[in-house]
């Protein structure tokens, strides 16, 4: 891991992740914590510039789009518990699941929208579970 890739796991830990999980709470009423594999991004600054955006961004955006109503907040506030993000190599690699209150999204950060799950796919998984 470099220098670049030690800052930007700076930036996430200590301002981007935190002003996320406080957006969930704005959106929803409850704060969601994220568990971040650093391992996964150690020495990938390309999928760790992209992290905020292809899972922290469309999180949000699905999230708005269920919370639109008390039922919605209130859904979201007791099933979501956590996020947990890791990167993963490839497509053929990629994960979307929500057991027991944990949404884990394994994406390809390095491949920009091509690795990545849309707002609508969190969404629907969202809604079939909570």
Same mark, same amino acid.
């Not at 700076?10 to 002003?19: S, V």
């Not at 390095?110 to 809604?127: N, P, Q, S, V």
């Given at each position: 891991m470099g220098l670049n890739e030690r800052r930007k796991i700076? *930036? #996430?830990? =200590? =301002? =981007? %992740?935190?002003?996320r999980s406080k957006e969930? *709470? *704005?959106? +929803? $009423?409850? &704060?969601?914590?994220?568990?971040? !594999?650093w391992d996964s991004l150690a020495s990938d600054l390309e999928g760790l510039n992209f992290l905020d955006n292809l &899972? +922290?961004?469309? #999180?949000? /955006?699905? #999230?708005? &789009?269920?919370?639109? !109503?008390?039922?919605?907040k209130q859904a979201v506030r007791d099933g979501l518990k956590s996020v947990k993000l890791k990167n993963v190599p490839d497509k053929a690699a990629m994960r979307l699941a929500f057991d027991a209150?944990? %949404?884990? /999204?394994? +994406?390809a950060y390095?491949?920009?929208? !091509?690795? /990545?799950? $849309? !707002?609508?796919?969190?969404? /629907? %998984? #969202?809604?079939d579970k909570l």
């Open positions: 700076d *930036e #996430l830990k =200590t =301002t =981007t %992740l935190p002003a969930i *709470e *704005e959106i +929803c $009423g409850k &704060s969601v914590p994220y568990e971040v !594999d &899972s +922290c961004h469309r #999180l949000n /955006m699905a #999230l708005r &789009s269920i919370c639109v !109503d008390e039922a919605g209150g944990v %949404l884990e /999204m394994h +994406c390095a491949k920009r929208t !091509d690795g /990545m799950f $849309g !707002d609508g796919e969190i969404r /629907m %998984l #969202l809604i």
